[in-house]
């Protein structure tokens, strides 16, 4: 692949059984605000899906900027995440992370998630 750092529809989990495959047998991660779930793909690249709930975060707004956090920063660190196929989960105190203006954590999701694969 080319070096650009976009988010095309071939970098995203939109079907169902997309995101059915990684809930089925997922490898789970942590961080504070987010849970990471994944599992390889047999793809060259990583793929992103989204499962931001409304009963975790209330507002629309909320939710859409938190959507929009993952995916920038997902964007922007792609190239070190590995064939996986990755599906996001935000915790209560997501929304903390929002009004804090803390934007330095979404590298923490990604290291999680480095580290989980490395150990394995």
Not at 11 to 37: D, I, M, N, W
Not at 48 to 76: C, P, T, W, Y
Not at 106 to 112: I, R
């Amino acid at each position: 692949t080319n070096n650009r750092q976009g988010f095309p529809p071939s970098r995203r989990l939109c079907r169902q059984a997309e995101y059915t495959a990684v809930f089925s047998k997922p490898v789970r991660c942590s961080t504070r605000y987010f849970t990471l779930l994944y599992t390889s793909n047999r793809k060259s690249y990583p793929r992103l899906g989204l499962a931001i709930s409304k009963k975790i975060i209330r507002k629309a707004v909320d939710r859409n900027r938190v959507k929009r956090m993952i995916r920038e920063s997902f964007r922007l660190n792609q190239q070190q995440l590995g064939c996986f196929d990755i599906v996001v989960l935000a915790k209560r105190d997501t929304v903390k992370l929002l009004l804090g203006g803390k934007n330095k954590n979404q590298s923490g999701l990604w290291k999680a998630l480095h580290r989980t694969t490395s150990s394995q």
